[in-house]
């Protein structure tokens, strides 16, 4: 019996049970984020690890005993388990591009893959930093210490008058760390001429709600003070998370310009243009009480928001982020889109996935909808139409133009970046 074989098919069996089987419940739902996660995004590296193993004990003469043949049996059957995974992995880009078409009133299709993106997907499934993106580390942006410090990446020419992305990372306000997920997202917007923010915020048990709060007000407002010192427009700010990130996002979004969260900074400009919540939890934080619910802050002068959730999630259930959805197209006048991904788990967004890619190719055409002043004519465009699971119901955006200043539509990302002009480089570690 191949033994290295017998355990290579176990494990890849136990991983595969879990990306199509995900079980719920606080200690289930752990185990199937943890087993089925890269298996659920990456299955194509999964199959490509089993069928080397398998080619090898074929090479070896190891498949010749009844018992081994069995083991092989097992590993086709996880085989054919990996395609039906990364089948239901490619129907998040239709689910995205229907989504974005219900939500913003106009056919909006994300861009087609093409080869060289493909061979991308299949031979670098881990985010790397881009060499035309610049990093820059660790700038203090509060008095909080190695929790009130952000990154900042942009493009290395500097295009002028790109937008701003704030990315707020998930560990339900107990942990995580700044620049670990949506790293594909960042590197993709700094690339076109964004200038793209992760941060650190307070954490339990050393602060309580409403702190992380507050920290994603200073970071706002850092950006607005200065964002352009990196080339980029400071009137343009788009907020975007992960997890408990996402439920800061929305808060945030939702609180724009509230003095009582901005203490010692009350008149700085926390206005953002559009909200991104990707797996996001939007319900009271702990025992902090409603005022923490990011359901009960819901209002009709919300800015436009773009909800995206697996429907595999253990860790947050899908119901949450359909709750909000569905809350928030019912009170707000901007657009609301909701993509909820098949077969997506918590997380999605550490890989360059299949899945992950479309969402990132969603959330440009999102953002550039937002930002253009597009989104504002999105409810009269669709009238009382109902969207599905896969798309949210939106009306109108507020006539001033949530997160601009001034009633000038901004020029386009290409546009801008075709405009490029050098500026000095601001002070910070760079990358």
Not at 151 to 180: E, N
Not at 408 to 419: E, F, M
């Amino acid at each position: 019996m191949p033994y290295g074989y017998l355990i290579t098919v176990a494990v890849t069996g136990w991983f595969v049970f879990f990306a199509l089987v995900p079980l719920h419940g606080r200690f289930l739902g752990r185990i199937s984020f943890r087993s089925g996660l890269v298996v659920s995004e990456l299955p194509f590296a999964a199959l490509a690890w089993l069928s080397l193993w398998t080619a090898v004990a074929a090479a070896q003469g190891d498949l010749a005993a009844p018992a081994a043949q069995a083991v092989a049996a097992a590993a086709s059957a996880a085989g054919i388990a990996l395609v039906a995974i990364a089948r239901r992995s490619a129907r998040a880009r239709p689910v995205i591009d229907q989504a974005l078409a219900a939500g913003l009133g106009v056919p909006a299709a994300t861009a087609p893959l093409t080869w060289r993106r493909r061979a991308a997907l299949l031979l670098a499934p881990l985010p790397v930093r881009p060499l035309h993106v610049r990093r820059v580390r660790n700038i203090a942006y509060g008095p909080a210490g190695e929790r009130n410090l952000l990154d900042v990446h942009h493009h290395r020419s500097r295009p002028a008058g790109g937008p701003v992305l704030i990315h707020l990372h998930g560990g339900g306000f107990t942990g995580g760390r700044k620049g670990r997920e949506a790293r594909l997202l960042t590197h993709r917007l700094a690339g076109r001429g964004w200038v793209c923010i992760s941060a650190t915020y307070r954490l339990r048990p050393g602060s309580r709600y409403p702190d992380p709060l507050v920290d994603t007000k200073r970071i706002i407002a850092w950006a607005r003070a200065h964002a352009g010192e990196y080339g980029a427009d400071p009137s343009m700010v788009v907020v975007s998370g992960s997890s408990a990130g996402a439920h800061l996002a929305a808060m945030a979004a939702f609180t724009q310009g509230d003095p009582a969260l901005q203490p010692g900074f009350e008149d700085a400009d926390t206005s953002v243009a559009a909200a991104v919540c990707l797996y996001g939890y939007y319900g009271e934080v702990y025992e902090d009480g409603p005022a923490t619910s990011a359901l009960e802050h819901v209002h009709d002068g919300a800015p436009p928001f773009l909800v995206a959730h697996g429907d595999h999630d253990t860790c947050m259930p899908v119901d949450e982020a359909r709750a909000f959805a569905g809350r928030l197209r019912a009170a707000s006048r901007a657009p609301v889109v909701y993509a909820e991904l098949p077969g997506a788990q918590h997380c999605f967004d550490l890989f360059r996935s299949p899945r992950f890619e479309a969402l990132v190719d969603g959330i440009e055409v999102f953002t550039a909808h937002a930002l253009a002043g597009d989104a504002g004519d999105a409810g009269a465009r669709r009238g009382e139409a109902d969207g599905d699971e896969a798309g949210g119901v939106s009306g109108r955006s507020p006539a001033d133009g949530a997160g601009r200043r001034g009633g000038t539509p901004p020029r386009s990302a290409a546009a801008r970046a075709a405009g490029a002009r050098p500026a000095a480089p601001p002070p910070g570690r760079s990358g």
